[in-house]
Nanobody, 121 residues
């Protein structure tokens, strides 16, 4: 059993900031990568940002310079600091991890339930 608990979404005016958190727990042996995806109404889910256990990061072009992903490996928690938010950032944001369970060699993907971020103009 694995749990991802997301928090930090909400309603903010354009130009404002929000910080998302996602804490992973359960039968986790190792986490290779943690990331945030988003899905706006009528659009496909897209990668926002990801971070590996070693700290390497990857960002969507649309959020570079505005969003920062970070990770606390000891707490199995990933954060997404979102600054200078725009109405087009409005979406449901999903946390995702690639991990190994105890006694199983394969890497697995797991998704959170999602948290709504709404940016008003």
């Amino acid at each position: 059993q694995v749990q991802l608990v997301e928090s930090g979404g909400g309603l903010v005016q354009a130009g404002g900031s929000l910080r998302l958190s996602c804490a992973a727990s359960g039968s986790i042996f190792s986490i290779k990568a943690m990331g945030w995806y988003r899905q706006a109404p009528g659009k496909q889910r897209e990668l926002v940002a990801a971070i590996t256990s070693g700290g390497s990061t990857n960002y969507a072009d649309s959020v570079k310079g505005r969003f920062t992903i970070s990770r606390d490996n000891a707490k199995n928690t990933v954060y997404l600091q979102m600054n200078s938010l725009k109405p087009e950032d409005t979406a449901v944001y999903y946390c995702s991890i690639r991990f190994q369970m105890w006694s199983r060699p394969e890497w697995l993907d797991y998704w959170g339930q999602g948290t709504q971020v709404t940016v008003s103009s």
